[in-house]
């Protein structure tokens, strides 16, 4: 266990910890005394079924997801008890960074989506929750929305996975590896174990590179679009945004994250056929796509929505490529929330 | 100077070696006993204007090119005098690897694409060449093509850049400092003053990684396209095809051409104005894009290509992306050839 001051109520604004005891996981190990990081929003009704679950992407908090609930926007505290659950490994919840020996650091033991899904249905029905609105979450966060509607298709009433895919295709686990090399090729990495992450500085540095290139569109860059939000140079882009996020992680948490990330594949369901797996969801669902990702590409959505009965296909055009869910542009925030309103209007 | 038996006539090809004299670069340095390599096919006729230069990109030499010189194809030597000039740094011409003391190795001194162009043009002028049919390459390749066609307007009659550009994106740029640190971060490569190449094969094996997962599509890699030539799995694409590639070469040498590539820029001749540096251009152009490639995009060939007086866009859509030029797929060489051959028929 290391301590990281990033992982912390001060950084992130304050969540709840919920004790899921000893959680078994899908590969065979068991995560005795796992722990669950989240945050609720508004108020479970009688009934137990105004819940929206809200899952975190790749390296992010609650506190990413936070500015998509308010009220007055498609996830309205007035109206629905959301749940934005941390992943584990993500360094809220159980993560090497926190977990004590003999799973700790490098040796936490490998994670998958459905482990994820099955933490946050305990925790859900802890709190009383019986029917979920929705479920909607972006890149890792779509992928825990598949899972949710594959694994629990009765409980899921509609479902949004945005920039995500049910099952991780070749060339995202390709993409995966060359962000994972860039960061485990700094010899402080140490096989992880390092004695402080800011020791893995450089790595942290060229990871946050590769996402740069890959997270935000040719003509981002090329239209020097980071001008709209402040920064100064391409340089300073690298630097403000891109480094700044990853530098303060620890690179074990990323790593867990990331071989999570690489292995996501509803179809494990089924024997590996993704269309049936796909057939057992009765939720509505939007599957939201961004023209210019280079993570998931708009082949890659609608090749999964085409399998989804009574699915659409919402895309959107921005130059922010796959990181459109941040909403810096306010034109991108405004498309993903009216689409989300529109399918909380729909009715199942 | 080290040894590395991948530069040579038995890897490559038979070459030709002009002696350039004492080369002053664009950057200040002298490359004195400079080199040129070359291969030509055809005869170049009476007059000196039935030639054809065909430069080549990053990390290749006159052999990944010469597919595309054949009878009946429209790099036809029976009709014209071809000629493929061997880039400087690119292991055949003077470059890092194989050149003496005090520029040898990382103190090799930085090239322009500039540099490359004015070399290939002393060495056509001494082979009596007074007008070329056209000019054409791809990449790397494309920029020495943008560059003849802006600093040789006169001798110039039509050029077709293929996936380049007259001045490298911004985001392009971020992908050269990608890959470069995918190099450089191996240990092994010791600021460039390793024993032997075979040193840094952790380095040229991730950098090879980069390059397979932006230079073809995703697409590629989704539906297993690489089965089409002959690899069992996307491991054994990855090694086959990328590592394969790049593990026999020069790191210095590599990162020589990187840094070419990055500077590459046909507005320095106007003072930044790349409309002016362009509107220079008197040839017949057709800008060759290819639709899925992601390290120029097809919104940067058309940027470029409209401020190009009577030029053409041509867009290739295979899955290939970037990589579409090796016609891997018979379809892209087939349309890559016709186009040329096209643009070879248009009066001009």
Same mark, same amino acid.
């Given at each position: 266990m290391t301590s990281n001051t990033y992982y912390t109520a001060a950084q992130h604004g304050e969540f709840e910890v919920y004790e899921l005891g000893d959680l078994v996981l899908e590969q065979g190990a068991t995560l005795r005394g796992a722990q669950l990081a989240y945050t609720c929003y508004g108020k479970l009704n009688e009934q137990g079924d105004n819940a929206i679950v809200f899952p975190v992407m790749f390296s992010g908090t609650h506190s990413a997801m936070?500015? &998509?609930?308010?009220?007055?926007?498609?996830?309205?505290?007035? $109206?629905?008890?959301?749940?934005?659950?941390?992943?584990?490994?993500?360094?809220?919840?159980?993560?090497? @960074?926190? &977990?004590?020996?003999?799973?700790?650091?490098? &040796?936490?033991?490998?994670? +998958?989506? =459905?482990?994820?899904? #099955?933490?946050?249905?305990?925790?859900? %029905? @802890?709190?009383?929750? %019986? $029917?979920? $609105?929705?479920? +909607?979450?972006?890149?890792? =966060?779509? *992928? *825990?929305?598949?899972?949710?509607?594959? #694994? &629990?298709?009765?409980?899921?009433? #509609?479902?949004?996975?945005?920039?995500? %895919?049910? $099952? %991780? +295709?070749? @060339?995202?686990?390709?993409y995966v590896d060359v962000f994972c090399e860039a960061l485990t090729s700094d010899p402080a990495w140490n096989n992880g174990r390092y004695d402080n992450s800011e020791d893995v500085e450089q790595g942290l540095r060229r990871m946050a590179h590769v996402f740069a290139m890959m997270g935000a569109s040719q003509g981002l860059y090329n239209n020097a679009l980071w001008q709209n939000v402040g920064f100064s140079s391409q340089q300073d882009f690298l630097k403000g945004l891109w480094e700044n996020w990853f530098l303060p992680m620890d690179p074990n948490?990323?790593?867990c994250m990331a071989q999570k990330w690489r292995s996501g594949d509803v179809s494990l369901h089924t024997d590996g056929d993704l269309a049936a797996a796909l057939g057992r969801i009765s939720a509505k669902v939007f599957v939201i796509s961004f023209e210019k990702d280079m993570f998931i590409s708009p082949d890659d959505c609608l090749h999964e929505q085409q399998m989804i009965a009574g699915s659409e296909l919402v895309s959107i055009p921005s130059a922010w490529g796959h990181f459109t869910m941040l909403g810096i542009a306010p034109e991108d925030f405004q498309m993903i929330n009216d689409t989300l309103k529109k399918l909380l209007n729909t009715s199942v």
């Open positions: 936070a500015p &998509y609930v308010g009220e007055g926007l498609a996830l309205d505290p007035s $109206k629905y008890f959301i749940v934005i659950p941390n992943q584990l490994g993500g360094g809220l919840s159980s993560s090497p @960074h926190n &977990y004590a020996a003999p799973y700790q650091a490098n &040796y936490f033991p490998e994670l +998958t989506i =459905g482990d994820d899904v #099955r933490a946050q249905h305990q925790l859900l %029905t @802890h709190l009383g929750v %019986t $029917k979920l $609105k929705l479920v +909607t979450g972006w890149s890792m =966060g779509a *992928q *825990q929305t598949y899972e949710w509607a594959v #694994r &629990y298709p009765d409980m899921v009433e #509609r479902a949004a996975p945005i920039s995500g %895919t049910a $099952k %991780t +295709t070749p @060339h995202c686990m390709l948490n990323l790593l």
